[in-house]
């Protein structure tokens, strides 16, 4: 029955990860649920049970993530579904990020998403079967939002290691997906999960106008509706023929396209010196 499958979910103690985490368990699944405090997962999801078990895990340290993995696989005994969702948003352009802040970004974003996959697919590839998804976002296809060049670079990087995933797992029987959400209503915008830089540089004005915008007049104001959108991974994990690349939210259908005619137009007006450069 497909809603034996066990789920493994990070970022799980709220936004989107909660919202499928609580879906998953409304329809009878079992779902292993991390976030760096677990009393935070038991609070919003109640305590450990015979479908769910809350994990503490931290991303960027490889063994906590092992620990995390085992725990659930001695639970459940094995895992069908993960979700690849933890991670934080950081708004400030190239130049005023320092060092620090933009690798932080990396760290969790990309290195710690790494650290599960690289741990849990020897269970999948055990099993020969599973789908992990990875979630990117629109950020992660389309990236012309001045400030958000860091974040939108560690989410290309999701979506161009999943690439490459899908490839190297489809002789196992395992599936890969990259979600690419757009705007929903989430506290991704709120300051517990969006960043911006300890030293501003005032004149960059439109990535202040981004900043304003996003926390005063976007935030809550999403359209998209994350529950919808557990509704829309719970439906996909089930197919037998799942996208590579998933955009969610019309905003990234939208951005999606615009993008895909941008540089189609580029790949037409320019073409003549693409193929000029041969021998």
């Not at 292993?32 to 305590?47: F, H, I, P, W, Y």
């Not at 969702?85 to 990020?97: I, Q």
């Not at 300051?191 to 900043?211: F, G």
Request: negative net charge.
């Amino acid at each position: 029955m497909e809603n034996n499958k066990v789920w493994f979910i990070t970022g799980a103690s709220k936004g989107l990860g909660l919202e499928l985490a609580k879906k998953l368990l409304a329809e009878g699944f079992k779902v292993a649920a991390t976030s760096r405090n677990e009393a935070s997962l038991s609070a919003a999801l109640g305590k450990a049970s015979e479908n769910f078990l809350p994990l503490e895990m931290d991303l960027v340290d490889e063994k906590s993530v092992k620990t995390a993995i085992d725990r659930a696989v001695n639970h459940f005994k094995t895992i069908d579904v993960l979700v690849n969702n933890a991670g934080y948003g950081l708004l400030g352009a190239l130049e005023e990020l320092t060092d620090a802040e933009a690798r932080k970004n990396y760290e969790v974003n990309v290195f710690g998403l790494l650290n599960v996959i690289r741990n849990a697919m020897p269970i999948l590839r055990a099993n020969q079967s599973g789908h992990i998804f990875n979630i990117s976002s629109v950020g992660g296809y389309y990236g012309e939002f001045p400030g958000w060049g860091i974040y939108c670079s560690t989410k290309f990087a999701v979506a161009g290691l999943t690439e490459s995933l899908a490839a190297e797992i489809k002789p196992f029987g395992v599936h890969a997906t990259i979600v690419y959400p757009g705007y929903f209503r989430t506290d991704f915008l709120k300051d517990s999960s969006l960043l911006v830089p300890e030293n501003p540089i005032a004149e960059y004005k439109e990535v202040r106008q981004s900043e304003s915008a996003h926390k005063d007049d976007i935030n809550e104001n999403q359209p998209g509706d994350p529950v919808k959108l557990a509704e829309a991974l719970i439906k996909v994990s089930q197919d037998q023929n799942p996208p590579l690349h998933l955009f969610l939210g019309e905003d990234a259908f939208n951005m999606a396209n615009q993008k895909i005619a941008s540089v189609q137009k580029e790949l037409e007006g320019w073409k003549s010196v693409s193929v000029s450069t041969g021998f």
